[in-house]
């Protein structure tokens, strides 16, 4: 497809998942005369009011499975975020020579604005949503998008070519991408997560310097420096590389020193002091990243530090729900891997009441496990995982150790636990899919439960 404005015409096309982003594809496509077909693993009985509303709009749709013969005359694919990528129908289409991507590849052949897009295990909600401030405080015309909430696709018709679109991408989305570039691209870091998707590390590594490989030497890449198999990666690509460290100011970069964030960038700036902003230490990386993204686009130093100084936070990371009955109750429900865990546990000087576990997606726990040793005082386990992050506990551990059917239950069980001005801290280190429809409905239960206690 050459010009995909003009061939997307009485094309037929099949989105295959029905989530957010693929319902928004289905619309975007429909509007510019595509044929669509829509597919998802539920059933009609389960989808019946968006099904109800593609069929009025003319596309029609295919639910409870799978099958091979979805593919007949079709010539493009859109493959939602949701949807694993050994699914037997899309290695089918690929021996057919079916062009296969994903809402993220779409949209970026329609905007033509330049794109910023933040990948990492964690900490790219935040970057995303700090440079998405700067960018407005600036008055630069700039939008938001991505894995973040609002499907890239949506933005489309919403930036003009001097504005900024402003991404989360997830590794999901960069498996079915061909030319998507961001101008500025971002990788805060790597560790293990969705192992039940990719099957191993190497390959989500490999997904996630994809952000990377469109990029020309007219772009930039902005990498890790504290972590040398990010840092390493940078010999290979075409792009600009930018660094960032929390332990020194890199040679071309952002980093520490003297507990002082310094640009040295195209020439040296000293932005802060560390203190003078109110993030914990684990979230100093995706600072880093909005620094440097932003001095890339000229923007005002004092802009910058501004916006950071008076930043709120995000709903559902480490977010302070209140003082309940004596006990300090954090909601860090967004933590959906063992490491985010890990950090939200170390950015507090004192043992806390954990409630953790959730879906298995096939992690290693047993850095969580030590960490969990050290500075937990009781752990309350749900889920899939439970028994699984039990399991690396030591054994001086399991006296502290209890079980709840659910998240009301952990609440009732961490308040029974706490003493004045203990911690209770909600941060799973899974995802919440065993039990809830994402990690946002998950954290709004926590919060209504733990009010209704207080």
């Known amino acids: 497809m050459k010009d995909i404005k003009k061939e997307l015409v009485g094309k037929k096309v099949l989105i295959i998942g029905l989530g957010r982003s693929g319902i928004s594809t289905a619309l975007f496509l429909n509007r510019r ?26 596309m029609d749709f295919v639910g409870g499975h799978h099958e091979n013969w979805l593919l007949d005359k079709v010539e493009l694919i859109i493959v939602s975020p949701g949807v694993p990528a050994d699914l037997p129908l899309l290695k089918i289409a690929e021996k057919k020579g079916i062009d296969i991507w994903s809402e993220v590849e779409l949209a970026s052949k329609f905007i033509s604005a330049p794109i910023i897009g933040v990948t990492g295990t964690n900490g790219k909600t935040l970057a995303v949503s700090l440079i998405g401030d700067i960018y407005r405080s600036a008055k630069k ?13 949506d933005v489309v018709d919403k930036i003009s070519d001097n504005g900024r679109v402003i991404a989360e991408i997830s590794s999901f989305q960069l498996e079915w991408i061909e030319q ?34 469109n990029q020309t030497k007219k772009d930039y ?49 000293i932005i802060c002091k560390i203190s003078e902003l109110p993030f914990p230490h684990h979230h100093l990386t995706s600072v880093l990243s909005a620094i440097a993204v932003s001095i890339l686009d000229n923007i005002d130093v004092d802009v910058i530090v501004n916006v950071l100084k008076d930043y709120k936070g995000l709903p559902h990371r480490m977010e302070y729900v209140g003082r309940i009955k004596g006990a300090f109750v954090y909601n860090d429900s ?30 290693d726990f047993s850095e969580l496990g030590k960490e969990i040793d050290a500075n937990v005082k009781t752990l309350i386990l749900i889920g899939e995982t439970s028994d699984i992050i039990a399991s690396t506990l030591s054994k001086d551990r399991k006296n502290k150790l209890l079980f709840a059917k659910d998240i009301k239950d952990a609440v009732k069980i961490a308040f ?5 001005k203990d911690i209770i801290l909600l941060s799973p280190a899974c995802a919440s899919f065993d039990m809830f429809r994402d990690y946002k409905e998950r954290g709004e239960v ?6 209704n206690i207080g």
């Not at 005369?33 to 003319?58: C, P, W």
């Open 33 to 58: 005369g595509a044929k669509v077909l829509t597919n998802d693993i539920k059933d009609k009985n389960e989808l019946t009011s968006i099904v109800g509303m593609l069929n009025y709009l003319g």
């Open 141 to 153: 015309e700039s939008l938001v998008a991505g894995n973040i909430g609002n499907p890239l696709i």
């Open 180 to 213: 998507f570039k961001p101008y500025i691209g971002v990788l805060l870091n790597i560790s293990s997560n969705h192992l039940d998707r990719h099957l191993n590390l190497n390959k989500y590594i490999e997904l996630k310097l994809r952000i990377f490989s």
């Open 221 to 269: 890449a902005i990498l890790n420096y504290d972590d040398p198999l990010i840092k390493s990666c940078g010999k290979n690509l075409k792009s600009k590389q930018i660094f960032l460290s929390n332990k020194v100011v890199p040679e071309n970069g952002i980093g520490i020193e003297d507990n002082t964030i310094v640009a040295n960038i195209s020439n040296r700036k």
């Open 334 to 363: 967004k933590a959906t891997n063992p490491q985010s865990t890990i950090e939200a546990l170390r950015s507090f000087k004192k043992p806390v009441i954990l409630i953790a576990g959730g879906r298995d997606k096939k992690m």
């Open 416 to 420: 029974k636990q706490c003493k004045e």
């Open 446 to 451: 926590f919060k209504r439960e733990v009010l």
